[in-house]
């Protein structure tokens, strides 16, 4: 019984993840690649307790990096700090994401890191900016919905970094995040255009059509470099769209075996994604 519902729930997360293999992940990303959209490949898994763990996880984002270049697929590799060790001891988690970073740049590719929960929060922005400083193929995560975002944003922006800005996924308090979706939104049209006035090489990571709309117009007066970013599974004609408007795109595309809580995020912030679910359940 527990296989069978494994397995209906697999299904259902394969809307939204590769499959459990680095090879799957690929796949996705050279058919991505065939619509002039870029590939984000990411491993699933975070909060990890294990040592050994972090070093598997981090061995297996090089041989990523090496198989990406043999195959000259147009994709980078987004990491969570606590997959690398952060939960742990910040000195693990420096030692690994070192060996991604030194790995990435000999063989010309980027590194995007995740921003995960609050308790994180100070040290991967500490991290980052000291990563930034010897490495210039590491962009960080930005959470819109963060009450400290715009001083992090500022930081980054004076510091010559790459952000990636989205609104935030994770259940966190009123003291630390804004919850109105309102709010969240004015944050991140706020934090939006200071990007577009400071910075360069950014990303905008949302679905929502009045932010892409915003950002549109921000970029007809501000002529900087950034990119799109979605997640696989969502929106997928409107990055071909933005494509063809002459946008680049990337696709976040996550695979492995730690599918679960990634697809419950996914679920919890979209009610359709329910019928999903129970349409998958009822086609058996
Ligand atoms: C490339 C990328 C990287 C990310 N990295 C991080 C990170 O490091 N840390 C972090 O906390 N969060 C990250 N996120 C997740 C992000 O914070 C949001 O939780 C998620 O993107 C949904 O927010 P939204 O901007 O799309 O807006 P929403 O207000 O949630 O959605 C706007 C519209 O987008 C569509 N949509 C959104 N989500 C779904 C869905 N699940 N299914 C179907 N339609 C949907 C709908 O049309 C919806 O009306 C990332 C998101 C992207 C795209």
Redesign the pocket.
């Known amino acids: 019984m527990a296989t069978l519902w494994n397995g209906l729930l697999f299904r259902i997360a394969k809307h939204w993840i590769a499959g459990e293999t680095y090879e799957e992940a690929m796949a996705r990303a050279q058919q991505s690649n065939t619509r002039k959209v870029f590939g984000?490949l990411n491993l699933l898994g975070e909060e990890i307790t294990a040592q050994e763990e972090t070093i598997a996880a981090t061995t297996e984002y090089l041989e990523i990096l090496k198989a990406i270049d043999a195959r000259k697929i147009q994709s980078c590799i987004s990491i969570k700090p606590t997959q690398l060790g952060l939960g742990i001891d910040k000195r693990l988690f420096e030692d690994n994401l070192g060996r991604i970073l030194a790995t990435a740049k000999s063989l010309g590719n980027f590194v995007w890191m995740?921003?995960?929960g609050s308790e994180y929060t100070t040290d991967i922005v500490d991290s980052y900016l000291e990563f930034r400083r010897k490495f210039d193929n590491v962009g960080l995560?930005i959470?819109a919905y963060a009450k400290r975002s715009e001083d992090d944003v500022n930081r980054i922006v004076e510091s010559k970094g790459i952000i990636?800005l989205?609104?935030?996924?994770?259940n966190e308090s009123p003291q630390i995040v804004f919850k109105g979706?309102d709010q969240i939104n004015r944050n991140f049209s706020k934090l939006m255009r200071l990007m577009f006035e400071g910075g360069k090489g950014f990303a905008i990571?949302?679905?929502?059509e009045k932010?892409i709309e915003e950002a549109i117009e921000l970029s007809k007066v501000h002529r900087t470099d950034f990119e799109f970013?979605?997640?696989m599974g969502?929106?997928d004609k409107k990055k071909i769209e933005l494509v063809e408007m002459g946008y680049r795109v990337s696709e976040?595309i996550p695979f492995g075996k730690s599918w679960w809580a990634y697809s419950v995020?996914?679920i919890r912030?979209?009610k359709?994604?329910i019928f999903l679910l129970a349409r998958s359940l009822v086609s058996g």
């Open positions: 984000i995740d921003m995960e995560a959470q990636r989205c609104k935030g996924a994770y979706k990571a949302t679905h929502d932010l970013e979605m997640l969502i929106r976040y995020r996914r912030e979209h359709s994604n």
